[in-house]
């Protein structure tokens, strides 16, 4: 584009470098080297006719980017140029041959002397003006025509100016970080005079530049960069009377209002001015922009005005298409504006208009409105009807332009089903009738001979097939016609066309719901387990799932699990969370005994591993619990399977059955020791929360099997336990190892009782699945994982903080704090309470076990002398539990009743982050002697820093570092929030490395 | 998701969006009201999601919360954004209708005559498609339609 000007450009500016002037010198001013060309000319006297030879060229000037030209020869005979000749363009030739003769016949030799030849070379260019090369003119009477002559001529350059309006120096300069170009304007020289006056100035400018400029805005918009002017010009053009002008006025409009919707008020005047125009084109421009911006402004002006259009007798079809379609527009962005009235019912008859463009765009208004108000709309069903089966009866010529590669208008048959479905299946009888009579046609024509080999003929015809039965779906009232699709759908399920496969099992999975086709539905399942296992497109395969799921009964439930299973080894990433969940509820629903229940989802942990999300195995467990005949089945095999789990999920979930059933452990073969040996071989792979259940499972041991019970002691007593930087897993064990030390047999088997049994419930994955199966047939996963995620949240969180509450600190005043490090809380444990110790442990208090706990607790703080007994429940189905309000509980209790509570203080620490300046600050206002407490202790261990910062996390408070001037000091801070005060705690060790002491202070 | 009365105040089309394979976009066209960023967003991703199928894919993507159906011609994909339950087949086929009538009204189209004639391109698409809904099927009356708009040229 624009290479002749670049050429010149770079020629004409080259003398602004220096060393390159006697370039110009030599040939004189202007003179390129344009090469030559060759032709011939002569007349033929009999026949009265011009003969012009063009034969070739040589050494022509390269125009294109390329290096070379497309280089083509117009000859004119001037004075005359509107009648002109070309020769063929010769591609990528700087010496090409044309060889073409031209003959100007019946033109009489007196005429022809009065001509001048004139030959004019230009380079093509597709997508701009060609570009002049040069040019050679010859009067032809100074050329003996007699005889047929042959010419060389030098071209000489164009001098009639159609390339040449002036020339520009600019420069260019792109920046690849910033990813802009910028353009320097520097001069223009021999400008074209462009006005009447014979000069170019300020003067506005004509339409036809205005609409140039606003062109080439548009596209520079459309290329990706910002505009910010033009606007105006663009308002103007819309006003315009050419066409050409309010087009791109229009355009202008409808592609940049995002960015500035201030102008719609300045058209709005305009698109008034064309809807009352008549003019049928202009019309259109107008409901076209109304239908692309449909603002709310656009609807408050024109609302009143289209629903007439629409109407009137005499408007065009082709407005009234538009006027359809922009009404449904503003019916969409602003309901309340458009009023319903007695153009209501005379749009219904548009579905018997003759143009079938008009019936179209009326359909989809219809089916928007009719989705509304279906009272109002009733009457197209009949109508729609009709119009149906006169489409569908016809021949495939019928429709002559609404025929589309054999089949009749298939968009408007589509688009008239699924106005049907806005609807149950007619009442009428005889429109009943004539409906399933369209509906068996379409069925039948699937089943002729295709009228052409080519993919758009079956398309189309499959488009209105699968319309028809999602239709039949969804009157979900004829089992003739349900089974027939399915039949139908049965083929396509082996057809070679993916598209056709994919959307074939789209469309089983809602048949397999009808009680009528879900037999029919079930002969497939070997193709569609087929497909599970051949499919190259995911999505395909993502289908094949979700169809098997749809069909899954009692009678198959065994073998579509296992094809599940098998599946899922391999599956993709990206869809294995969802059949995790799918096979769980299909196990869960149709298992005939649990045995079977049990082994699926062992191995669906097995499999899946990571993608088994806690509510699945909550979920499992809850069964497992719930049904005497499994427990002790599933002990068993799970207990069989511990030594050789793989996945850290499993091996979690396996805990959670043992802990709950240890009971039942005993009935099978191993000894206790060797079980007990096995679970704990992974105890240190596991995480925190699992390790919090592997040590309750550990004391429930004790309960049931004395003869371990030193073992487990010494487990618990080892430092990795005792001394454990996690606050939880400390506590549990300095409890449990006091509990199990001096509690009696009697309180030990109160504690530790078994869980009751779980409350049938709907299963929390079948809602999860069933939200999934809403309005859309496909899943949203990015939703589900989140609710997924806050669903986890609530049973997980609460683990951190759920409160085990045993040792002694009672601030008797909101400062005096006692400072307990990681070794002093074993210090004050020591004494437990005479009456028992009190042992709440709380995963949750969504499930009716918590609601019997928490005023159990209650009581106990009120009356702590009484020997209670609390039960030790570590529900893993646990829901949601709200750990403020426990905290608020033992706070407000702490100080109303001022009982010495079994409370760890740090348990309810808030990291507190906080500058230097700020902390000692606050260090040197704890002066009283109350409010400090300084202790010294020997370290048992050689420190090391990373270890001791844990640990002091791990206590509760913030970590701060940087803030003590002694970098080999550890400092802290935290706020402890009770009902009435808060109260903050600073912490700062300071560790004597040689005497491998450690100074705490609070 | 949407539910089933906001479904109501949504164009069938979302948008439609021609691009190369390089990722340059040749034609957009909303029914929605999108930002610029959001707009920007969904077409790079467009892009993503489809340029890595091959041949032996369906023609459909699930997208976000919609489905984009699209097709290949030459270096350009033609892709409409649709609802999840709208009729695969009938959008495929539209599709191949508007190509065809390019086609015709270009003589052998080409990506640059996308490029140069944008503003003839956005006449075609809104005689074809409106407000997210097909608006004219017919290729016969298009492009007599088009050949009378560009006698007043």
């Known amino acids: 584009m624009c290479s002749a000007l670049w050429e010149r450009l770079i020629d004409k500016t080259a003398p602004l470098s220096p060393g390159s002037e006697d370039d110009n010198g030599h040939e004189g001013p202007g003179r390129e080297k344009l090469g030559r060309i060759q032709f011939s000319v002569g007349y033929n006297f009999q026949d009265s006719t011009l003969t012009v030879k063009i034969l070739k060229g040589q050494e022509l000037p390269a125009k294109d980017f390329s290096g070379t030209s497309d280089p083509f020869v117009k000859i004119y005979l001037l004075p005359d140029k509107k009648n002109k000749l070309e020769t063929k363009v010769k591609r990528k030739n700087l010496n090409p041959h044309w060889n073409e003769t031209f003959l100007f016949e019946g033109f009489p030799y007196e005429k022809v002397v009065q001509r001048t030849l004139y030959l004019q070379v230009l380079d093509y260019d597709r997508f701009s003006r060609n570009d002049p090369i040069g040019e050679v003119s010859i009067p032809l009477n100074k050329v003996d025509l007699a005889h047929m002559q042959t010419f060389w001529k030098e071209l000489k350059p164009c001098i009639d100016g159609s390339g040449s309006r002036g020339e520009l120096l600019l420069s260019l300069c792109y920046n690849p970080t910033a990813n802009t170009i910028t353009v320097n304007i520097i001069k223009a020289r021999n400008l074209k005079a462009m006005d009447i006056g014979g000069t170019s100035g300020d003067k506005a400018l004509d339409g036809y530049s205005k609409k140039k400029y606003v062109c080439k805005l548009l596209f520079i918009f459309l290329l990706g960069h910002d505009i910010d002017f033009g606007h105006m010009e663009a308002v103007n053009l819309l006003s315009s009377n050419r066409y050409t002008e309010k087009q791109i006025g229009y355009l202008f409009i409808s592609v940049l209002v995002n960015s500035n919707s201030e102008l719609i008020r300045l058209i709005n005047n305009g698109i008034k001015n064309d809807l009352a125009s008549r003019n049928p084109t202009f019309m259109n421009l107008a409901l076209h922009c109304i239908a692309n911006v449909g603002s709310r402004e656009m609807a408050e002006a024109f609302t009143a005005d289209i629903p007439k259009i629409l109407v009137a007798g005499d408007t065009m079809d082709s407005v009234k298409q538009s006027a359809a379609l922009c009404l449904l527009r503003l019916n969409r962005t602003s309901p309340d504006l458009v009023p319903m009235g007695e153009w209501t019912s005379r749009v219904v008859h548009l579905l018997n208009d003759q143009h079938l463009g008009v019936v179209t765009a009326a359909t989809s208004l219809i089916t928007t409105l009719a989705q509304k108000n279906p009272e109002e709309f009733k009457t197209s069903v009949s109508l729609a009807v009709s119009r149906l089966s006169r489409i569908v009866t016809s021949a495939s010529t019928d429709l002559q332009d609404y025929t589309y590669y054999f089949v009749p208008a298939p968009w408007l048959s589509v688009k008239l089903l699924r106005l049907l479905q806005c609807y149950p299946p007619p009442e009428d009888g005889a429109v009943r009738g004539r409906l399933t009579e369209c509906l068996e046609t379409i069925l039948n024509k699937a089943q002729e001979p295709p009228k052409s080999k080519k993919v758009q003929h079956s398309n189309a015809k499959n488009a209105v097939l699968f319309e028809a039965i999602s239709l039949i779906i969804h009157h979900d009232s004829e089992p003739n016609l349900l089974v027939r699709a399915c039949n139908q759908l049965g083929q396509f399920l082996q057809h070679r066309e993916t598209n056709l496969r994919y959307l074939a099992l789209e469309s089983m999975c809602t048949l397999a719901s009808s009680e009528f086709s879900h037999e029919a539905v079930k002969t497939h399942i070997e193709t569609v387990i087929n497909a599970l296992k051949t499919e190259r497109d995911v999505s395909v395969r993502q289908r094949a799932v979700d169809l098997l799921y749809a069909m899954c009964d009692r009678s198959n439930a065994q073998q579509i699990v296992a094809e599940m299973l098998n599946y899922l080894e391999t599956a993709d990433y990206s869809i294995r969370e969802e059949i995790v969940l799918k096979v769980a509820i299909l196990a869960e629903k149709y298992a005939v005994d649990y045995t079977w229940y049990v082994d699926t989802i062992l191995n669906l942990i097995r499999i899946a591993g990571d993608y088994v999300s806690e509510e699945v195995w909550y979920r499992v467990i809850q069964i497992v619990i719930n049904r005497d005949d499994v427990q002790g089945y599933s002990a068993k095999t799970v207990f069989e399977k511990v030594g050789f789990a793989d996945y850290l999920t499993l091996f979690t979930y396996e805990i959670l059955l043992l802990q709950n059933q240890v009971s039942l452990v005993s009935q099978c073969a191993f000894c206790p020791l060797i079980q007990f040996n096995l679970l704990h071989s992974k105890f240190h792979l596991c995480s925190v929360p699992t390790r919090a259940l592997l040590l309750s499972t550990y004391i429930k041991f004790v309960n049931l099997f004395p003869e371990i019970k030193a073992t487990i002691q010494d487990v618990l007593r080892s430092d990795s336990q005792l001394r454990n930087a996690d606050v939880e897993l400390q506590q549990r064990a300095v409890e449990y190892l006091r509990l199990s030390s001096i509690a009696s047999t009697d309180i030990l088997a109160t504690v530790l009782e078994e869980m009751p049994p779980f409350p049938e419930r709907e299963s929390s994955i079948l809602t999860k699945l069933k939200k999934k199966k809403g309005p859309g047939k496909v899943p949203d996963v990015e939703e589900i994982k989140k609710e997924r995620n806050s669903d986890m949240n609530g049973s997980t969180e609460p683990a951190s903080v759920n409160s085990s509450a045993v040792t002694m600190s009672t601030p008797s005043t909101s400062t005096d704090l006692l400072g307990l490090g990681p070794a002093p809380v074993l210090n004050s444990v020591a004494p437990p309470s005479a009456g028992g110790s009190l042992l709440v442990d709380v995963f949750s208090d969504n499930s009716p076990a918590v609601a019997s706990l928490a005023p159990s607790a209650e009581e106990n703080f009120s009356s702590p002398r009484i020997g209670s007994t609390d039960v030790v429940f570590d529900d893993p189905a646990a829901a949601v539990h709200d750990a403020d309000e426990l905290v608020d509980k033992y706070g407000g209790a702490l100080q109303n009743m001022s009982v010495k509570l079994p409370v760890t203080l740090n348990k309810f620490f808030q990291p507190t982050e906080m500058t230097s300046q700020d902390f000692f600050q606050r260090w040197k206002q704890l002066s009283a002697p109350q409010q400090e407490m300084q202790k010294i202790f020997k370290a048992k261990h050689p420190m090391d820093t990373e270890v001791t910062k844990a640990k002091i996390i791990g206590f509760g408070v913030a970590l701060l570092d940087m803030v003590d001037p002694n970098p080999s000091n550890f400092t802290g801070a935290g706020v402890i929030h009770t009902k009435n005060i808060q109260v903050g705690c600073l912490l700062r060790l300071e560790p004597n490395t040689q005497a491998q002491e450690k100074d705490l202070i609070r | ?153």
């Open chain 2, 1 to 153: 998701m949407l539910s089933d009365s906001q479904r109501h105040h949504v164009p069938i089309i979302r948008f439609i969006l021609i691009q190369n394979r390089a990722g340059k976009t040749r034609l957009a066209k909303w029914y929605m009201q999108f930002d610029d960023d959001e707009k920007q967003k969904l077409i790079e991703e467009v892009h993503a999601v489809v340029t890595v199928r091959d041949a032996k894919h369906t023609n459909f993507v699930e997208f976000r919360n919609f489905k984009i159906i699209y097709r290949r011609y030459a270096g350009l994909y033609f892709c409409i954004c649709v609802d999840v339950t709208d009729n695969n087949l009938a959008y495929l086929e539209a599709i191949h209708n508007f190509v065809e009538v390019l086609n015709e009204y270009f003589h052998n189209v080409c990506e640059l005559d996308l490029v140069f004639n944008f503003y003839k391109v956005y006449t075609v698409v809104d005689e074809m498609f409106l407000a997210g809904e097909i608006r004219e099927t017919s290729q016969t009356k298009v492009l007599k339609q088009l050949l009378m708009l560009q006698s007043l040229e």
